[in-house]
Structures are given as C-alpha cells and as structure tokens.
C-alpha cells in the first residue's frame, strides 16, 4: 500500500516507490491483509500521454486497442494511470518475489458492468478482483485475492455539497464529528458509498438509497475513520469501510465475500 510515480525507464516495466510523510503508513492501514492499494499521482504520468511508443510495454494488446478509443488526454490519463496503479497492486500482492513487473501481462478490461476486470495475469498466478477510481489529479487502485473489492478517492470539492441531497441523509451526517469541516463530512459519506457500490452493487446504476451508514468511529492517531453501513439489495447486508484523508482528497475501500 504505497504511493506510487513512473519513472523516466518505464520500458523497465517497474515503478519508483515514493513515501510522501505519512501517506504510505496511512494508505497501509486502510486495507486487509490479502489486499493491495495504491495511489498513484498524474502530474508524473503525463508526459506518457504525449509518448504513445512507450505505453507498448505497459498494456495488453487489448488494453492498448481500449486506450486509443479514448479522444480526450484527461480520459486517457485517468484511465492510464488507474491501470497502471492497479497492476502495481497485483504485482505486489501475486508475485512480490519477482522484481520484473510484468505489466503486459495483467490485462484489466471492463466487465459487463464496467468494472475494471483482471481477464488475464502472468501464467501461474492466481484470479485477483480490482477496484479503480481518479480524481482531481490522482489515480488509486486496490487489489484483493479473496471475494470483490471497491476503493474511492475523492477531491473535497465545494460541487459535492450541491448534490448533498441525493446521497447524505440527515441522521448519516449526525454520526460525523460536527466539528469537522462540512465537505469533509460530506465527502466521508460519498466516498463510503462509493466505495461499497463497486464492491457489492456493480450492476445497481442507482444505488445511494440502497446504502446507509449506522455508524462512523474516529481514530485520530492514525488519521482513520471507520464506517459501518448497512446495504439493504440484492439481500440485506453490511460492509465496513476504512477512510483516510491525504491532503485535499479522501480515500475509502471495503471488501466483500465471494458471494458479493
């Protein structure tokens, strides 16, 4: 679980492991043992974006085919660096011996509902499921080997406190520290269920009424919260989601059973 930015030798396939003060600890928190997360910042990826002979190397050829269907830089930087955080997830959670990151092999295509799917990884290596979300700048991933995955990251922007009303219900914003800043209380509801509907309501387009949180603990020592939701389709489920802020953003992953 570690923040993560390409080096100028990416036909190396590896990636420069960086430790910003406290992400990395903070990052490594949020997950279970059997999961992988990354957080991986743009604004170092970029200049692949205007070097397309480079990505080669990086992406499947059916990846590759799915990138250039892409028409806008923001889009294919996004998309590019979600695949390439979650592929650095699945080297370290598949194959932590072996110091080649063999990127070509782990194909990431969409599933029937988009979500991002591993449809093939090096000969040998066990099935994995993958979850990916961007935004404002930054890309993150989580990895996990036993049932589904969802992970969020989100820009504490002011446009969420315009939308508040299709997704924060009055009693989940009474479980929040009202000292906090209000679009972290906000944001902290979005990025739970976020979070939850891509590990267990992929195939739920609407899905914010089906997710309610029962309760969100604070530790300060660890700059982590935790929230305990209650999912009521397809059956009536929970799910427990572990959130932490890195600077203006907020990130949140759960994970589910197999059955999820």
């Known amino acids: 679980m570690t923040s993560i930015c390409p080096e100028t030798t990416l ?10 003060d406290g992400v990395a600890e903070r990052l490594r928190t949020l ?9 991986l910042d743009l604004s170092l990826l970029s200049p692949l974006i205007e070097r397309p002979g480079e990505l080669a190397p990086l992406l499947s050829p059916a990846e590759n085919d799915l990138f250039h269907q892409f028409r806008s830089p923001k889009r294919r930087l996004e998309w590019l660096g ?15 011996a072996t110091s080649l990151l063999s990127f070509q ?7 029937s509902h988009g979500r991002p799917s591993l449809e093939s990884a090096p000969s040998g290596r066990p099935a994995a ?7 404002r700048g930054y890309a993150a991933a989580l990895a996990c080997q036993v049932g589904s995955c969802g992970i969020d990251i989100q820009h504490l922007t002011p446009q969420l406190a315009t939308v508040a009303e299709r ?15 209000p679009l972290t209380r906000l944001g902290l509801i979005w990025t739970v269920k976020e979070a939850v509907k891509k590990c267990l309501l992929a195939d739920y387009p609407s899905f914010f009424g089906m997710i309610r949180l029962t309760r969100v603990e604070r530790d300060r020592e660890a700059s982590l919260w935790t929230a305990l939701c209650q999912v009521s389709q397809p059956a009536v489920m929970t799910a427990t989601v572990r959130i932490t802020e890195i600077g203006d953003h907020l990130v949140a992953c759960t994970t589910g059973g197999a059955h999820a």
């Open 129 to 135: 499921s993958v979850s990916i979300s961007h935004s």
């Open 105 to 111: 092999q782990y194909s990431i295509l969409p599933d």
């Open 82 to 96: 979600g695949r390439l955080a979650a592929k650095h997830c699945l080297h370290r959670l598949l194959a932590p």
């Open 11 to 20: 036909k190396t396939h590896d990636l420069l492991v960086s430790h910003p």
């Open 167 to 181: 997704f924060a219900r009055v009693e989940e914003l009474d479980l929040i520290d009202s000292r906090l800043a």
């Open 31 to 39: 997950s279970p043992a059997h999961c992988r997360l990354a957080l």
